[in-house]
T-cell receptor
Framework: DTGVSQNPRHKITKRGQNVTFRCDPISEHNRLYWYRQTLGQGPEFLTYFQNEAQLEKSRLLSDRFSAERPKGSFSTLEIQRTEQGDSAMYLC??????????????FGQGTRLTVV | AQSVTQLDSHVSVSEGTPVLLRCNYSSSYSPSLFWYVQHPNKGLQLLLKYTSAATLVKGINGFEAEFKKSETSFHLTKPSAHMSDAAEYFCVVSYKSSGDKLTFGTGTRLAVRP
């Protein structure tokens, strides 16, 4: 088991372009989470899935953001019409059934997005 | 709002001396509290967690934290710092009423001097 894997590790894009990130959770973890971390801040919750169902979305997740987990395995996070304010580290985590309170969230290394 | 406050953005200690990283949480019923560590180019790693069992929680790498309800604090300590402890540390809270998500503090960067 190689842990939570995120691709790409770095992405530079021009303002207005669309970007998509991928997260492969630890196998058999049925919960998957997305967080965003800006410079000098702690990670902020964006959304989470149980299997393929998206159970909660933060108000931070504007309508330009969409996340999917179509088969309950890997997940994608898409940002449309990127803005400079979207520049951040996007973190993915997974946990077994029971979630972060009853088990443990395992984090990937993140995808660093720079919008120029 | 449910949150945590990390009182120091930077802490510097000498190798072999004690470490104290301070955290206060906003008072609420039954918080679960965590400390995570983030080394450069590595994913966040759970150090320890408190979920209403013993108030003194022992974690990995010799770290421990004590839940003090009267002070709404959850400070992280280690008796003797090692060079490899240099990293960013996050105090984190979660509440059963707020769903399955973690709320992070702003972090404390720990530097360890030789």
């Amino acid at each position: 088991d190689t842990g939570v894997s995120q691709n790409p590790r770095h992405k530079i894009t021009k303002r207005g372009q669309n970007v998509t990130f991928r997260c492969d959770p630890i196998s058999e973890h049925n919960r998957l989470y997305w967080y965003r971390q800006t410079l000098g801040q702690g990670p902020e919750f964006l959304t989470y899935f149980q299997n393929e169902a998206q159970l909660e979305k933060s108000r931070l997740l504007s309508d330009r953001f969409s996340a999917e987990r179509p088969k309950g395995s890997f997940s994608t996070l898409e940002i449309q019409r990127t803005e400079q304010g979207d520049s951040a580290m996007y973190l993915c985590a997974s946990s077994p059934q029971g979630g972060v309170l009853n088990t443990e969230a395992f984090f990937g290394q993140g995808t660093r997005l720079t919008v120029v | 709002a449910q949150s945590v406050t990390q009182l120091d953005s930077h802490v510097s200690v000498s190798e072999g001396t004690p470490v104290l990283l301070r955290c206060n949480y906003s008072s609420s019923y039954s918080p679960s509290l965590f400390w995570y560590v983030q080394h450069p180019n590595k994913g966040l790693q759970l150090l320890l967690k408190y979920t209403s069992a013993a108030t003194l929680v022992k974690g990995i790498n010799g770290f421990e934290a004590e839940f003090k309800k009267s002070e709404t604090s959850f400070h992280l300590t280690k008796p003797s710092a090692h060079m490899s402890d240099a990293a960013e540390y996050f105090c984190v809270v979660s509440y059963k009423s707020s769903g399955d998500k973690l709320t992070f503090g702003t972090g404390t960067r720990l530097a360890v001097r030789p």
